[in-house]
């Protein structure tokens, strides 16, 4: 990914990158020595030699184990098995970071909704000016994507793979499933019921939960770009540092956050889309589908939480001006209270007195995120 | 969609076409009177009226209350809310008829994975013969494949949708919450906390549900299809009725079933693209990724209801035949059998011999199974 | 597709719908016939019977000359064949509507880039003001967009299709090659080098460039709906006749056609995606991605068209004020002339006067386009 | 991407890696400089300070500049000019990598149409045995598919972008025409009418060309790993150095350059889904469509790169059986031979006897190629 620090926090960046595969890929060794109880020692291993390795059996793992010491490394396990495994791992670790990111926008969205439960703005429909709501509610229903989405990336159980190279541990004997049984508790990974080698719903689960959490960030980042333009003015990511500014035109204050949490989640689609179109995998295991999810499992991760973490930053830095959405909701001269005047039979009203639910809204909302967590 | 009926059962279509809409639609209208203590009588509607009108407002739901005679028609309510709610009841209506053939595939499944428990034949991977396993094992896989699949479709909350131009609900006055939740319970749809105008996790989340069911079954078709091979020749689609046959080529039994399958779950995926496409959605409603959700959704439903049907059709009328699995395992000459060999350290291993856990698996699945109805 | 008439034109539909498929497939026998030295008289056919029919065979075409009377119906044909060159036709039948549509689009584009050629606005980068632009310019850009994107359309091989059962025209014997050109210049199709049964290049190409027409139009509608915000206020899609109007907000004007044309561009990029994924087909004939093009392309199709009528409405009507480009250019109190004093060395700037090669762009493409022609 | 070497040769890699970029964009400074006459001179920029520095403005161009020290650099030039050139600098700088491993797929099927254009084999429809083919057949049908994705790459025009903040030039006065033609020459890319700032049907065309030339390539890998079934026998990739063996069962083959042609085309599809979405750019700049071209196009050049080489090793290296391609044909006891029964009239055909115009076409086939270079 070329500029991937634009995009991705370091942190997350490691999480999901080379090194962090091999450290998976040497858990998964570890663990499964543990699971027979066996104490291994893991040697130093390079990403790249592990990848040219692969090039003559598909697959990095194979090249794993050549230079442990011990015997019995790698008993009963097959390289789909590390692969799948590290794949979990990678994202049980990655996954946290992306959620203290999604906890950041979550609290700023809350902030919002409180601190403005009562401002005015203009509710826009097809980009015209329809009725006035307030900047609470709208900021309460980014609340509500951003838990709902939140909710299905929990809801992903990950689980550890154990098979062999049939996917039915005969190489364990008798012992296949309590070896199973214990890696899945070293590893703190779920126990499937079978192998899934080629039964890959909980990847695909994952990639459609990390598309939809990247595309609740890019419908917050789009209201935000929206509300900043020149003529609308309502908000402003923060211009510190010398942020969203330009050197040739020092005036304006680019919706930056905004701009990268859209073009990551624009990535996080088109890497969910490969693990979607990855389930149907042949017979035991499959030749190219399975290849394809690593580096698309890794992007979607890495750039989901690219995208949390620059609208958290465009939020938590976000200048909001109250005056200028009421000054926007008096544009059109009093028509935008058109349906107001007629359903209250008053010839005068105020946009204040025609918000109807709006606040029980945010109210509503505030509770369930607190119930949430 | 040329040819529809080739693809998607007459129930299934019928029950995402146009009349379902208009019905739907209608019955919100119906609901929401009854909420707020009006009976209402709805007048005949045409699909295709809508449609027409609808191309001045962008949408069909706005000339949907204009030949009704009673008053208080639609108050309350914005065209988004008719059509969101209809395409809740849509969903709900279409999903049990999914879920029936899903049931259907399942059930087939589970007799073959019971049957076929200890059936040896070859596992492969990457195409290719690696070890034994059973096809009582890899019919579990498949099972494990719907049953996952299956939770996640049951997992998408349906929800009524009723905000009012501006998802305040401002000209219901103070009876706002009172009627969204007596047109909830009306419609036996869920409340939702706030609007959900622009916040489409749910309709992102049904998308990636269906996607995900239609790659389980894709899974099986591929299999299936491999099987079939003339050079595998391990099962075969039922040849009644001349199915599968071919006018010039009388001797093929082509897996019908498992091509309809793969085509239609080709399609859903393209369907669901767009719905995830859509999460990013403008201030309170959408110029453009809205409308864009009618025809995606309704599309993603019938192709998975397709692709269940033809999948349980194949399955149900599926012919097996152990012996040729058994054959198959020989082709090798005792190759398949090497790592058996070390492993057990005996020179004859018999492919039954070295199944390590796979009955095992399969009585797991099967229980998981029971466990889930 | 539910409300199909909302989005596409009658006529466009009618060209990709079922009897359109039934006609062409009728045309391939009949030509074929007539290659063959045959005078056929086709019965009555039902898409639909052929559809029902279809479901054991996996294909309408199986079941279509079962009622022809004559001897050498589809002699050296397979069902493919008919299938695939129908395709075609219909393609080449539905291109035609597509283009009058882009005709119109690219018209009104040349007329508003020679129309408001030096009438200045202000450019927007990340949706903020950066320098003035004029509205000539940001016309003639889509003008070049639709060019560029009409001639990809225009470059589609469309061939014939003709290889029989194992695409080696072995039941034509010596005649093969003879009556494969006879049927190309009978159904004015290019003749292929080699049958195309699983070598989908030209369709993947038609599926890409109709994504990508669709995409070029979306962008006009995307700055359409942009300009046409309440708070800009630089363009409106015209009222005739009630359009764009809300029945609860009488106020209102909203980009409807701006709005259907994003909506049928989100459409038509689903459908390419599926023709791009089938690209890779097994052996001589597939079973599964070959059968999910039919409904992809036809309905790329029928949504470019309708992508494409959309906007041309929406431009046709289109109304410009020039007066408020001008006021938004003054809205950041000068500051937005910065450059403009900084590079020329003037206290006092006027936008006009900082163009730059605007004029001269629009002269471009112009003539560009004019040479196109 | 985690193990990238795996997937993707060094050169290709590195073609489209940070410092590829970043070199492309300081050719770009340079070439900009020369065409007003400014003989610059680049100090060492590193691609991660640039990732950095673009957090705070959206893109790694804006601090590009800082640390020259001649004035005039990037005089008239806005970051997008430097980016989009950079882009299709990267192209023009990979393609020719991708063409190379191209040509060697393309010579590789052209070897293996002439030297088996009379091998007879059974062609499979839906997988089944339909009717004899030849082996050089169905590679001249490969050699097709390269050779026409092949001319849709040539054919995407690559362009020098320079528009300056607005697209109009302006901050070059009068000479901006001719520093943009200067640019372009300087440059060897090609001149554009306007500025494409956000007309980017050259990028979505350039990611559907490689979408397509790898959905070409993965049609060969999917043959190649079906003929290579235990079961089937008929090739098989090179087991030199180990290639497709596996440690734990020696006598595999696994067709491993074809799972990773599949595998990398997977992901191409992908990262150009992000480059058609990417069509509707907002304005003069987007917020966001633009900024997620970048990790798309690198990926989808890096992956048909991949595609392409792995595909180029497993043809060079293939073994072909013709004699089990012969056994293969025998299988259904003749069954297959019914059409050539009933068509020639005979009671004993060889499939030799009924290839129809197969070698016809493959001569066809190797004459077009001839003439395409």
Redesign the interface.
């Known amino acids: ?7 991705v926090p370091p942190q997350i960046a490691a999480a ?3 090194d962090a ?1 091999v450290q998976a890929m040497v858990d998964f060794e570890l663990a499964l020595g543990r699971a027979q109880g066996l104490v291994l020692t893991a040697p130093a291993i390079s ?2 030699e ?3 390795a ?7 793992a ?1 090249a794993l184990v050549s230079g442990w010491d011990e015997d019995g490394v790698h008993r009963g396990a ?1 390289s789909q098995d590390v692969m799948d495994t590290a794949a979990m791992l990678v994202a049980r670790r990655t996954l946290p970071l992306i959620g203290a990111e999604l906890d950041g926008v979550a609290a700023a969205c809350g902030r919002l909704a409180a601190q403005h439960r009562d401002t005015p703005m ?13 900047f609470g ?2 900021a ?2 980014w609340l ?2 951003v838990d ?2 939140r909710d ?1 990336l929990d ?1 992903v159980p990950l689980r550890v793979q154990l098979g ?10 008798a012992d ?2 309590a070896v199973l049984a214990r890696l899945a508790a070293e590893l703190e990974l779920e126990e499937p ?4 080698h ?5 990847v ?2 994952l990639g ?2 990390l ?2 959490a990247a ?2 960030l ?2 917050i ?3 935000l ?2 509300m ?5 003015g309502e908000v402003a990511e923060s211009a510190e ?16 956050g ?10 996080v ?6 693990l ?17 999810e ?3 499992l ?2 979607a991760l890495a750039l989901t939480g690219g995208a949390a973490a ?1 609208l958290r930053e465009a939020l938590d830095g976000l200048e909001v001006f109250p005056e200028r959405m009421r000054a ?1 909701l008096d ?2 001269g009093g ?2 209270m ?3 005047k007629r ?1 209250t039979g008053k010839d005068v009203v105020e946009p204040t007195d ?5 606040g ?2 945010v109210d ?2 505030l509770e ?1 995120h607190e119930e949430r967590r």
Not at 122 to 129: F, M, P, S, V
Request: proline share 4%.
């Open positions: 990914m070329p500029f991937e620090e634009l995009f999901t990158g080379d595969w990403p790249a592990l990848a040219r692969g090039r003559s059996t598909g697959n990095p194979a097959t203009a509710a826009r429909t097809l980009l015209q000016q329809a009725l006035p709501t307030t509610l709208k309460a229903g509500m994507g709902e989405a299905l809801a062999g190279a049939a996917g039915t541990l005969a190489a364990l004997g296949g499933l019921v079978l192998p899934w080629t039964r890959r719903v909980r695909a689960q459609a939960a598309a939809i595309g609740s890019e419908k980042a789009l209201d770009k929206l900043a333009q020149t003529e609308v540092g010398g942020r969203g500014g330009s050197s040739t035109l020092p005036h304006k204050r680019n919706p930056v905004a701009a990268l949490t859209i073009a990551c989640a624009a990535g689609r088109g890497a969910s889309s490969v979607t179109g990855a389930l149907a995998q042949e017979h035991e295991r499959a030749a190219g589908a399975w290849q394809a690593w580096e698309a890794s992007r620059s926007n544009l059109t028509l935008i058109g349906e107001a359903v025609y918000l109807g639910s709006a029980a809204f509503r909302a369930a």
